[in-house]
């Protein structure tokens, strides 16, 4: 395989919510086998960029200052950096139940500002000197759990809370640092307007405040965007021209498929009950209508013309005789990327599916599958310049 090199200050990671681990002892496990082993295939000689994922367990575990000093010199000793943590999980995340559980608590909770403000004080500590540092959370809440407006406004006062600390952190460490919401199909903001219109808000409860630009951005992930029959173009640039940062990339791909009845008696395969698994379908007037999960929209007759499913698969999965996946919107943000590479630093593969994926999907093992989805997206970065 050929290497990591990146251009213009990119920086590449696999997220490791892929590997199971939720007590430090188990990250700390899953990353000294699996991430090094995929290392050793990728990028054996030069630095290599780390994508954490920390539920809260870990992230106490790791913030005890001895355990914390043991990572970094692991760190060092292994030619190896940490630029983001996923700060969207807060509890169990795999081997369980997670659905709609992935979103407690939200940003109406203290727990969900502690535990974020925690993620920050780490990614603070680790990220190397000159290297930015981010943090992706959840999109406020799930759409179901806000009953009123006042949850809103506590969202949001959560949110100024969390900038107002990330703001202090890099003004004491003098590290740049930024979170970023990721709009989902079902959060409270899913699609660009949405995020555009919430953003906005932000906004007018403090006006003039510079640290929201500086310091809360969009974790900007390609299946999901895709999942809402979104343009790269029009998406970013709807977020680019409300002067919202785009805190990270999230590389991935979902189901794109006509709801034949083949193509449904095939998603049979991919319900299963650890994750939610939303489906937006499109009628033929171009409306748009969304199912929760995709057990719900399998049990119902359609007259949709497409289905696109919140299923992550990998990057490198081959188009079927039923579905394609939605990599070419991942090419259409590249090709921004391209054009103004100054965009966003922080790309990050996240196909966190890999044990429920059907077996079809499933003939590699996860340091192979991962191996692969590297190869897959440096040769998309190389054939733009955007990687040597």
Not at 24 to 53: E, M, N
Not at 135 to 159: W, Y
Request: some cysteine; charged content about 25%; overall charge negative.
């Amino acid at each position: 395989m050929r290497r990591v090199k990146l251009n213009h200050g990119l920086h590449l990671a696999y997220c490791t919510n892929i590997h199971r681990g939720e007590d430090w002892t188990q990250v700390f496990d899953s990353l000294r086998t699996h991430t090094l082993a995929v290392r050793r295939k990728v990028c054996p000689t030069q630095a290599y960029a780390i994508g954490l994922r920390l539920g809260d367990q870990a992230a106490r575990e790791l913030s005890q200052p001895a355990v914390l000093a043991g990572f970094r010199q692991w760190l060092a000793d292994e030619n190896c950096y940490v630029f983001t943590i996923n700060g969207f999980p807060f509890g169990n995340f795999h081997g369980t139940r997670v659905k709609e559980q992935v979103y407690v608590p939200d940003w109406t909770t203290p727990e969900r500002l502690e535990y974020t403000c925690r993620l920050f004080d780490l990614i603070a500590a680790l990220v190397p000197e000159g290297v930015e540092g981010s943090v992706s959370t959840l999109p406020g809440s799930f759409k179901e759990f806000i009953k009123d407006k006042s949850q809103e406004r506590v969202i949001r006062d959560n949110l100024w809370r969390c900038v107002e600390h990330v703001a202090a952190l890099s003004d004491r460490t003098g590290k740049r640092l930024h979170l970023g919401v990721e709009p989902e199909p079902l959060g409270w903001f899913e699609t660009s307007a949405e995020t555009v219109e919430f953003f906005d808000q932000m906004a007018k409860d403090r006006p003039g405040d510079d640290r929201l630009q500086e310091h809360l951005g969009v974790n900007y992930d390609t299946c999901h965007l895709a999942v809402e029959y979104e343009e790269p173009h029009e998406a970013i640039g709807a977020l680019v021209a409300a002067g919202i940062r785009i805190s990270k990339l999230h590389l991935s791909a979902a189901l794109q498929l006509k709801p034949t009845a083949l193509a449904r008696e095939r998603l049979a395969d991919f319900t299963e009950d650890v994750y939610l698994h939303q489906v937006v379908e499109r009628l033929p007037g171009g409306e748009l209508r969304r199912h929760r999960d995709l057990d719900v929209a399998l049990a119902k007759e359609t007259d949709a013309e497409e289905w696109r499913v919140h299923f992550h698969i990998p990057l490198h999965a081959p188009d079927s005789s039923w579905f394609c996946s939605t990599c070419d919107h991942i090419g259409g943000v590249l090709d921004l990327l391209k054009a103004d590479p100054a965009l966003c630093t922080h790309l990050e593969m996240e196909t966190y599916t890999w044990e429920v994926l059907p077996e079809d999907l499933k003939k590699r093992d996860v340091v192979d599958q991962l191996s692969g989805e590297y190869e897959w997206t440096l040769d998309e970065l190389r054939a733009r310049g955007l990687a040597a």
